[in-house]
């Protein structure tokens, strides 16, 4: 599957922004799907991901209760809605997949995912 990951911008700290992860190829419906984001001079790490199957989700500590992955079928797109977004949720975010379900320990690894988005800008002024 190929992805696309669009919705980036400038935004004000406490406003919020809506990234989409477009797939082509294949259905999402089987996929595991993940967020991550890369800030300058840092790692990439993982926002959220929501499992192939049940749509179960899971959600760093730094986001939880902020962001959101939903999934659309009819578009085979997943978003996620970053709500009361702060100055360090800058950076450039993600979308990658993995057909199947993943294990609760390894959703959060890079390494699990093998297609991935190009990347969107998210940068929050304060």
């Known amino acids: 599957v190929q992805l696309q990951a669009y919705g980036g911008g400038l935004v004000q700290a406490g406003g919020s922004l809506r990234l989409s992860c477009a797939a082509s190829?294949?259905?999402?419906?089987?996929?595991?799907v993940g967020w991550f984001r890369q800030a300058p001079g840092k790692e990439r790490e993982f926002v959220g991901a929501?499992?192939?199957?049940?749509?179960?989700?899971s959600y760093a500590k730094p986001v939880k209760g902020r962001f959101t992955i939903s999934r659309d079928n009819a578009k085979n797109t997943v978003t996620l809605q970053m709500s009361y977004l702060k100055p360090e949720d800058t950076a450039v975010y993600y979308c990658?997949?993995?057909?199947?379900?993943?294990?609760?320990?390894?959703?959060?690894?890079?390494?699990?995912?093998?297609?991935w988005g190009q990347g969107t800008l998210v940068t929050v002024s304060s």
């Open positions: 190829g294949r259905s999402l419906r089987t996929y595991t």
């Open positions: 929501a499992r192939s199957g049940d749509w179960s989700t």
């Open positions: 990658a997949s993995v057909v199947g379900r993943l294990i609760t320990s390894v959703l959060s690894t890079p390494k699990s995912y093998d297609s």
